[in-house]
Nanobody
């Protein structure tokens, strides 16, 4: 069992930055690939970014590439999402998730553990 706790969300003006953190409880954190997803009201949960267990393979959604950076610190059991140049359309609840498979990193169905989410609101 892996417990994930996100933090760092909040209200920010367009063009601003936020850094999300996701702390994991498991000692085996370094064996899990991690992902960030987001869900806006009335919409499906969308892929944002993923990082492999060792941190060497990273993917981004096209909508955030060049603005967001995913990283992890296995010594601290934490994954991060640095979000720059934020836009109003980035407003959503952001979730971190853990997977044990190496394929299908963009699909929520391949993630077995989820955090409770943190709200990010970007004002115009």
């Amino acid at each position: 069992q892996v417990q994930l706790v996100e933090s760092g969300g909040g209200l920010v003006q367009a063009g601003g930055s936020l850094r999300l953190s996701c702390a994991a409880s498991a000692r085996t954190f370094s064996s899990y690939g991690m992902g960030w997803f987001r869900q806006a009201p009335g919409k499906e949960r969308d892929f944002v970014a993923s990082i492999s267990s060792s941190g060497d393979i990273i993917y981004y959604a096209s909508s955030v590439k060049g603005r967001f950076t995913i990283s992890r610190d296995n010594a601290k059991n934490t994954v991060y999402l640095q979000m720059n140049s934020l836009k109003p359309e980035d407003t959503a609840v952001y979730y971190c998730a853990a997977r044990s498979v190496v394929v299908g990193v963009r699909s929520p169905a391949n993630y077995v553990y989820w955090g409770q989410g943190t709200q990010v609101t970007v004002s115009r």
